[in-house]
Structure formats: C-alpha cells, structure tokens
C-alpha cells in the first residue's frame, strides 16, 4: 500500500471545514474515556472505552432492526467466575441508531485509526472544498458517511459488533478526488527495502486504493479476523464518485508539474 503524503494542487480558499473535521476528530478522540495516550490501558480503562462505544458506534443490527441489546457494558469493574471483568446491565440511556452513523464517524480506536484517517482528510478533503464550498462540503462528507455506514449495515444487517471510524466518509472525499482531479500529481511513499517516494497521477493512487478495499471486502487477502470494514470504504467512495460528477465539467484542471516523477527533481518548478 502506497501512503500519500502531498498534492500538487493548489486551492483558492481556506478549507476551513476540513481543518475543523480534522480538529473535532481529535478532540473526540483525546476525550474518548479509556482511550490511553501512552499506550497501556487498564481493565477500567477497557471497561469505559468498552461502555462508551456502545452507547455511541453504529451497531448494524440496531441501524436496520432496532434491535437494542438487553445488556450493555456501564463501565464498571465486576468479579465473575473466571475472574474481574466488565460489569454488563439494561442499558440506562436512550440510543437512536441513525444518529449513531453520525457519532460513529468521529470515534477512533487507536492513534494508528485516526492518523491514518486523518492524513487522507488533509491530504485530499482541502480540493474538494474547494470546488464545492464550506457548506456543500461538510454536507457532501456527512452524506458519504451515512451512505457507507447504512450501505455496510445492511449487508451485515444481523452484526451486532460496532463500527467506527470516519474512513466511509474520507473514502467518498477520495472518489470525489478521483472524479474531479484524476491527473493531478500526488507525492506518495512506496515500502520498497526503504520507502520509495514517487509523484503519481491521483488516479493511480487512489484507483489502486479502491480496488485494494473492493477486493478486502469480498474477502480476498484478509484475515476472517480482520476487524476492518472495507465495504464501508467502497460504498463511501462510489457515493462520493457519483455526487461529484456533475460538477466535473466546470472544474478546472491541476497545473501540470514538471520534471522526472521520482527523486528529488520531481518537485514542481513553479510556486503556488
């Protein structure tokens, strides 16, 4: 897997609500109880992360069922038969499962899930705000994120473990890419002995991305164990394809950078 670390493609405005996504997504994930900064995570620690993301994830059976669950963690500390464990009751809240799509895109489980989100959102999100503005944006990431999480909810309509994570709406922010500026020039690293940079077409990196999540999401090439939800991933970023495409018309072309595409030379000769 390639890792993007910059476009050339410059913007004319301040993507104000990319910088404010990528700001709220790591402030509910600093605020996150039993979320470790070091690293170590006590038994109460698990036992609150545990609580709080079930009362706030998506939970497919409840999204297309309503199926509630009789018994959810509350965050205490219990002794059972095989030794202290978390402590599980009637849930004492409230939880509506469509506002649980929207929670569930600012939930992050480790710094590896929300970093890797996040360089996707800055890398790509600041273009296609862009081109559609501050509100049509936030409104287009919000749809794409309902879209992947209901369309991997009613594939896996019978689950009951939780989804989080803001991959299904950055998936559609990168369709949009694809859509929008297939030629412009993205500085990736490729894990070649060393990592390797090289400055490739957008519809490289990013079309090699999605036939990676369509092929992991049959199945293919992944652990049954694989906690990963890359359907999420696909339909998130067909929905971002096909809202975009009718403003590829009127969208201007990336400035066409010069040089080799690799090595130091590759980097463009013109200020932006």
Not at 17 to 30: E, G, Q
Not at 78 to 104: E, F, N, Q, R, W
Not at 212 to 227: C, H, I, N, R
């Amino acid at each position: 897997m390639v890792i993007p670390v910059h476009d050339v493609n410059p913007v004319r405005r301040t993507p104000w609500v990319t910088y404010a996504l990528i700001a709220a997504n790591f402030v509910v994930f600093l605020s996150t109880p039993g979320v470790s900064v070091t690293g170590g995570s006590s038994l109460a620690e698990l036992c609150h992360l545990q609580a709080f993301t079930e009362h706030y994830a998506l939970v497919p059976r409840e999204l297309i069922h309503h199926q509630m669950p009789r018994l959810v963690p509350t965050g205490g500390i219990g002794m059972g038969a095989h030794g202290p464990g978390c402590v599980l009751a009637p849930p004492a809240y409230d939880k509506s499962p469509a506002l649980s799509v929207l929670t569930a895109m600012f939930l992050h489980g480790s710094w590896l899930h929300l970093l890797g989100n996040m360089l996707f959102l800055w890398i790509f999100g600041n273009n296609i705000e862009d081109r559609m503005g501050h509100v049509r944006f936030l409104l287009f990431y919000l749809v794409c994120g309902y879209a992947a999480g209901y369309g991997f909810a009613l594939a896996n309509a019978g689950s009951g473990d939780p989804l989080i994570g803001a991959s299904g709406a950055i998936a559609g922010v990168l369709g949009a890419y694809l859509v929008l500026y297939p030629r412009a020039r993205v500085w990736v690293l490729v894990p070649f002995l060393v990592f390797l940079p090289l400055r490739l077409p957008a519809w490289i990196v990013l079309g090699f991305w999605f036939v990676l999540q369509a092929v992991y999401s049959s199945g293919e090439g992944v652990s049954s164990a694989g906690t990963v939800a890359y359907l999420a991933h696909v339909v998130g970023f067909v929905a971002g394809m096909l809202i975009a495409l009718p403003l590829r018309p009127g969208t201007p072309p990336p400035p066409e950078p010069r040089g080799l595409l690799f090595g130091r030379r590759a980097r463009p000769q013109q200020r932006w």
